[in-house]
């Protein structure tokens, strides 16, 4: 039972226009989330991140956001550049008490495509 | 260059062979991680290291073996693998959140992997 889930395996935009890329989640205790991009032959690579106490994060072209009440999370990416061709991911950490680390829940990824 | 190391990039394995991964950061994290990718599935946690002690175990089968011998280093210990053992082997690391002071959340950094096919 996937718990993150990214319905849109591959998504094509063209250069200059705004790229929508989705996240969905079952587990209710979930607080924070994070995207990755990665690159074919390299490992996933932070991008940006967002707190539940929040509904908005931007850093430069990239602006995640949050709808706690419908469990979905949205990354914009805007103006979308030829090198922001990659497999996206988003990835959620539960909410616990006990201090220490914890692994992510990822979801499977979307291929974005930017077409020039 | 994510500070993450990982050898070997590549490793093809019979079914009988013993093999070992490694892994090394070189940010000063206290937390190390292994995740499996298969074809068409999410990255699935197998193993958490916080302070060198293990503090989960996803239900992955007795023939990976972790070690971390201290906050750098990290081995996944191969053995008598199956043909779907076959994937992409990822390391993290992390700063353990209770520690870092700025904040309580971890964003963990990831090494290129490790392909590994099993014949």
């Known amino acids: 039972d996937q718990q993150v889930k990214q319905n849109s395996p591959s998504l094509s935009v063209q250069e200059g226009r705004i790229s929508i890329l989705n996240c969905d989640y079952t587990?209710?205790?979930?607080?924070?989330f994070l995207w990755y991009k990665k690159y074919p032959a390299e490992g996933p690579t932070f991008l940006i991140s967002?707190?539940?106490?929040?509904d908005k994060n931007e850093d430069g072209r990239f602006t995640v956001f949050l709808n706690k009440s419908a469990k979905h999370l949205s990354l914009h990416i805007v103006p979308s550049q030829p090198g922001d061709s990659a497999v996206y991911f988003c990835?959620?950490?539960?909410?616990?008490?006990?201090?220490?680390?914890?692994?992510?829940?990822f979801g499977k990824g979307t291929h974005l495509i930017i077409q020039p | 260059e994510t500070g993450v190391t990982q050898t070997p990039r590549h490793l093809v394995m019979g079914m009988t062979n013993k093999k070992s991964l490694k892994c090394e950061q070189h940010?000063?994290?206290?937390?190390m991680y292994w995740y499996k990718q298969s074809a068409k599935k999410p990255l699935e946690l197998m193993f958490v290291?916080?302070?060198?002690?293990?503090?989960e175990n996803n239900s992955v089968p007795s023939r990976f073996s972790p070690e971390c011998p201290n906050s750098s280093h990290l081995f996944l210990h191969l053995h008598t693998l199956q043909p779907e053992d076959s994937a992409l082997y990822l390391c993290?690391?992390?700063?353990?959140?209770?520690?870092?002071?700025?904040?309580?959340?971890?964003?963990?950094?990831f090494g290129p992997g490790t392909r590994l096919t099993v014949l």
């Open positions: 940010l000063g994290h206290n937390a």
């Open positions: 290291y916080n302070f060198k002690e293990q503090t």
């Open positions: 587990n209710s205790m979930f607080d924070y």
């Open positions: 993290a690391s992390s700063q353990d959140p209770g520690t870092s002071g700025g904040g309580s959340y971890n964003e963990q950094f």
């Open positions: 967002i707190s539940s106490i929040k």
């Open positions: 990835a959620a950490r539960a909410f616990y008490s006990g201090g220490g680390a914890d692994g992510l829940t």
